[in-house]
């Protein structure tokens, strides 16, 4: 069974910065693509960031090029994502995914198939 958990979210100010980690059980994200996901009140989940299972490509919406950096450490099972330079328009629930075997599409939500709880991040203005 494969779990996902994310951490590290909370309140910030516009400007500030947090970083959120996203803890997997079962294979190693070298295995497989991973990705981050939000979604704020009222709206659809949105793709934010992903990368392939050899950690070679990275994707990143456009609203957050710049100002996300999605990442991974092997040896301890987890993914991260460093959000500087926030914005109110950040706030949301974000959730990481991993995708399925062999789905090349880095931004599609139906392509993953495993999903974290998610963590909540406000972006005060």
């Known amino acids: 069974q494969v779990q996902l958990v994310e951490s590290g979210g909370g309140l910030v100010q516009a400007g500030g910065s947090l970083r959120l980690s996203c803890v997997a059980s079962?294979?190693?994200?070298?295995?497989?693509?991973m990705g981050w996901f939000r979604q704020a009140p009222g709206k659809e989940r949105e793709f934010v960031a992903a990368?392939?299972?050899?950690?070679?490509?990275?994707d990143y919406r456009d609203s957050v090029k710049g100002r996300f950096t999605i990442s991974t450490d092997n040896a301890k099972n987890t993914m991260y994502l460093e959000m500087n330079n926030l914005k109110p328009e950040d706030t949301a629930v974000y959730y990481c995914?991993?995708?399925?075997?062999?789905?090349?599409?880095?931004?599609?939500?139906?392509?993953?198939?495993?999903w974290g709880q998610g963590t909540q991040v406000t972006v005060s203005s």
């Open positions: 995914a991993r995708r399925r075997p062999g789905d090349l599409r880095t931004d599609a939500l139906s392509a993953y198939e495993y």
């Open positions: 079962g294979r190693t994200f070298s295995d497989y693509g």
């Open positions: 990368m392939t299972y050899s950690g070679g490509r990275h």
